[in-house]
């Protein structure tokens, strides 16, 4: 199983970020995607997750009406779109799949805020 994230993204306050997550390794459709994010100094925080199989979506409440998933499953990418982006989104974010007893992480994009 493997998991790429895609580069670093650096954003003004206001704007939208979108970030890709490259399943390879397993079936794409059988396991959910999660997409979790850390902060500088903070914990990991869970945003939510996708099941690709049918782009059914759980958003965390602190994240509706901002965020975004979606799948392809002819490319096997997840996506997370994070709109209205303010400098506390400054942080990394990992896609996770769990299958089978262990969870596989993306390697993590770093979205800085910034003006």
């Known amino acids: 199983v493997q998991l790429v994230q895609s580069g670093a993204e650096l954003r003004n306050p206001g704007a939208s970020v979108k970030v890709s997550c490259k399943a390879s390794?397993?079936?794409?459709?059988?396991?959910?995607i999660d997409w979790v994010r850390q902060a500088p100094g903070q914990g990991l925080e869970w945003m939510g997750r996708i099941d690709p199989v049918d782009g059914h979506t759980k958003y965390a409440q602190k994240f509706q009406g901002r965020v975004t998933f979606t799948a392809d499953t002819s490319t096997t990418t997840a996506y997370v779109e994070l709109s209205s982006l303010r400098s506390e989104d400054t942080a990394v974010y990992y896609c996770?799949?769990?299958?089978?007893?262990?969870?596989?992480w993306g390697q993590g994009t770093q979205v800085t805020v910034s003006s």
């Open positions: 390794g397993y079936t794409f459709t059988s396991y959910y």
């Open positions: 996770n799949t769990y299958k089978l007893g262990k969870n596989y």
